[in-house]
Each structure stands twice: as C-alpha cells, then as structure tokens.
C-alpha cells in the first residue's frame, strides 16, 4: 500500500473539519489516508492500488463507504444506512438497536476478511469491550490503533502490538507530563476511599464514562470493595451488555427512588453536580461525597487516575515495538507525540491533520 511520497499531503478545510489526503505517486486519485478531526475522533480512509474503493476507519458521515468501526464510543460509531459496516460482535452487541436496518459484517477478532481489495483484520485495543485496531494490507501493513490502552486491563483483552510498516495511533496523553501511576495502585487508593467514606456515614458516589470505566468501578465496588453499587440506567444497560459477553461484573442495583439503603452509588461524568449530590442526601438520609475516575483531573471532586487510553509512556512503547518506520498522530497531543517520536526514537512522525503541513519532504 502506497501510502506516502514527496507529493506530500494536500490540505482542504472548507466549512467542516480539516481533511488531510496522503497522496501516493503511484496512484491516479489520491489514495493514501485521509483524516478527519472533528472535535477528536479519527475518521480516516485508506486507499491503496489495489483497492476498488476507499475502506473507511470511524467515519462519522458519507454515503455508500465501507465503513470499519473500532468501538462503540459515539464518537468512533454513528451508522448510517447508507454504508456498509464491519465491527466486532461486541461492538456489535453495544451498539444495539441503533443497527438495526443497518448492513453489517461482524467479524471476530484475527480473524481475515477482504475489504475492496484490501485484508483486513481486528486486533485488541485494550479500551473498552469489543475495541479494536485495525490492520490493512496491501502492498503494505497499516494499522490505525484508534484508542488504546496497554497493561493488564481489568474486563478485557490486553493490547495487541503487531509489527506494520505504517502506524496511524492516537495521541490523546500524547505528552510527557501524562505519565499515570499503576493502575493496582489507583485501585488500592479508590477502594481505600470508598471504606472510609463508608465508615464516615457517608453515600460515595463514583462518576466515570458510562461505557467502559463505569463496568470497571462496577466491578472493583462489587468484587474488591464488597459493596453492591447502585448504578444510573445507562450504565445498567451497558453493564447488561458486558455480562451477556461473559464479563462478569458481580452483584449492582438499578438507581431508582428507592435508593435508601445504598452505600456507593456509580453515574456517567455527565450527571455528577451539587444537584445529584443533594439529591442522594435527601434520598438517603446521609451526606454524599464525589470522586471521579478519569485520566483528566477535575478540580472540583476527589480525583482517580483512570483511563482507558493510554498514557505517552505506553504511546511511545506502542510505537517502539510495533516497528512502524512512519507514523502519524491524531487526536489530542498529536502534534506533541509526533515530535517526541521523532527526537527520542527516531522516527519519521507527523500529525495526520497538520493544516501547516503541504508536503512529506522530511519523510525521506
């Protein structure tokens, strides 16, 4: 797959999102990868001589692409019955009823499919329940991460680190100044937290994503902390659709009115003001107190380090192993990954939507 060349890479920002085209020398219309940044996520398409159409990673909008999702986050997956879509049977599960009438291929991880001309693959991610890479090869190895997470996840495969030729990767803790701690450690501190506010008389309420870090505080509450949680109707939802996979979560509640006796209650990010926190007062008869389970701090609650991306150490180390000798960054600190792949490894590194960026003379 032809995906770079002195040409350099064409810029047009019109009335949406910069569009970036990696044009091949070899190619007659643009083929390459095309990025999108729309408030973050990556919408990329990969052309190649081989392919009869462009196969589409995350795209947002269109009509009649070929579409792989990577996971079930709304910003990565919004179907559309004008495409066709390719994802995981999990992501498939999460996604629900917004598939339906939908033309989808599910296809399980490893596993090989052709997509116009293309073989393609799903490889682990690490982020959430059924999120994947996505490896395309043609006459060369391309493999678009979309989000990531490295270590020892907690509900879901670890990350897969395959070799390729050309690495797309997200950059969103892409600076040196994200460096999380152990995640064993995050967890001794959270359940540490949870007793002693428990001790105290008082409801804890734990506010994270509703899909993915809401089934691990489900799951660290129920398994390590002995508590049976009381969770918001979202996360109910999802949680159902984790067990239905086989990840057990252990025992929770749905949050109602009937909400007296509850120890620790668990909310998406969304949800979480003075409001909710009264309003569990009033419910409960005892007062409430708020953590936040992210890996962006938030001044205004007690703050645990928890994300399901990866931290720049753990970016850097993808890179690093996956032998990709050209690498674009996107999301995030994507600017700021590439120029630390380049000085400490090494590497020919560039921002995928760079709008200062006309051509790729510093690739050769």
Request: with cysteine; net charge neutral.
């Amino acid at each position: 797959m032809q995906v770079f060349s002195r040409k350099g890479v064409e810029v047009r920002a019109g009335h949406g999102p910069l569009e970036a085209v990696l044009r091949s020398r070899l190619a007659k219309q643009a083929p390459g990868v095309s990025a999108r940044a729309k408030h973050g996520p990556l919408e990329a398409v990969l052309r190649s001589r081989l392919a009869k159409q462009a196969v589409w990673v995350d795209a947002l909008s269109g009509r009649d692409k070929d579409v792989l999702v990577t996971h079930a986050h709304s910003d990565h997956a919004q179907p559309r019955k004008a495409n066709r879509y390719f994802m995981t049977p999990a992501t498939a599960a999460l996604l629900g009823k917004r598939l339906d009438g939908m033309s989808v291929e599910v296809k399980g991880f490893g596993e090989s499919f052709s997509v116009n001309g293309l073989k393609a693959r799903f490889l682990h991610s690490g982020h959430i329940l059924g999120s994947a890479q996505v490896e395309l090869v043609g006459d060369a190895r391309v493999v678009v991460s979309s989000d990531v997470l490295g270590g020892s996840p907690l509900l879901v495969p670890p990350l897969e680190v395959p070799e390729c030729d050309v690495l797309v990767v997200e950059s969103t803790f892409g600076k040196p100044e994200y460096v999380f701690p152990s995640r064993s450690q995050v967890y001794e501190d959270l359940i540490r937290w949870v007793h002693e506010v428990n001790a105290a008389g008082k409801v804890a309420v734990l506010a994270g994503h509703a899909l993915g870090k809401a089934q691990e505080l489900t799951f660290l509450v129920s398994n390590l902390c002995g508590e049976v949680p009381f969770v918001s109707r979202e996360i109910f939802h999802f949680n159902s659709v984790y067990e239905s996979q086989g990840v057990r979560l252990g025992e929770y509640v749905l949050l109602d009115a009937d909400c007296a006796h509850a120890r620790v209650i668990i909310v998406q990010l969304p949800l979480l003001n003075e409001s909710l926190l009264d309003l569990v007062r009033e419910r409960t008869g005892r007062p409430a107190v708020a953590a936040v389970a992210s890996g962006w701090r938030n001044p205004r609650y007690r703050h645990f380090v928890l994300s399901d991306h990866a931290d720049f150490n753990g970016l850097m180390e993808l890179v690093r192993a996956s032998g990709a000798q050209k690498v674009f960054t996107y999301h995030g600190f994507d600017a700021e990954l590439a120029f630390h792949l380049r000085q400490r490894l090494g590497i020919l590194a560039r921002p995928l939507a760079e709008a200062e960026q006309t051509d790729l003379g510093a690739f050769r």
